[in-house]
């Protein structure tokens, strides 16, 4: 019990750096800040655009930062929103889906943060 309240805890403490306010794909292309409180994220318009390319979906649709929830020990991540997943398969990543989630890789999740700062983020879900 003492453990799983120590991990709760520090599960927590990664988690609160999590930006919680989703903006619109066709928002950040007219102007690339999320703006949460006293933080502003600014987001690489390029990375926006190459975004906006591939997707058939419209862009006011898209809520930017899309978050992974990643079970703790799990080597894999799930989106809840099916057009999260729908925009990660135009991009040409392979989504499952498993219980009304989006299931993807661990590594493949770690790869499109590294990649496209402040368009993807994680959470690990105890």
Same mark, same amino acid.
């Given at each position: 019990?003492?453990?799983?309240?120590?991990?709760?805890?520090?599960?927590?403490?990664?988690?609160?750096?999590?930006?919680?306010?989703?903006?619109?794909?066709?928002?950040?292309?007219?102007?690339?800040?999320?703006?949460?409180?006293? /933080?502003?994220?600014?987001?690489?318009?390029?990375?926006?655009?190459? #975004? +906006? =390319?591939?997707?058939?979906?419209?862009? %006011?649709? !898209?809520?930017?930062?899309?978050?992974?929830?990643?079970?703790?020990?799990?080597?894999?991540?799930?989106?809840?929103?099916?057009?999260?997943?729908?925009?990660?398969?135009?991009?040409?990543?392979?989504?499952?889906?498993?219980?009304? /989630?989006?299931?993807?890789?661990?590594?493949?999740?770690?790869?499109? #943060? +590294? =990649?496209?700062?402040?368009?993807?983020? %994680?959470? !690990?879900?105890?």
């Amino acid at each position: 019990m003492v453990i799983e309240n120590i991990l709760r805890e520090e599960i927590l403490g990664i988690n609160r750096g999590i930006i919680k306010k989703r903006v619109s794909l066709k928002k950040l292309l007219e102007n690339p800040v999320i703006e949460e409180g006293n /933080r502003k994220i600014k987001i690489e318009r390029e990375m926006l655009e190459d #975004i +906006a =390319r591939v997707t058939s979906l419209p862009l %006011s649709s !898209i809520f930017i930062p899309i978050t992974f929830f990643i079970p703790s020990g799990s080597y894999e991540g799930y989106l809840m929103d099916s057009r999260d997943a729908r925009l990660l398969r135009d991009m040409g990543y392979e989504i499952y889906e498993r219980n009304d /989630r989006f299931w993807i890789p661990k590594h493949k999740i770690r790869k499109l #943060i +590294a =990649r496209y700062p402040g368009i993807f983020q %994680s959470v !690990i879900v105890p």
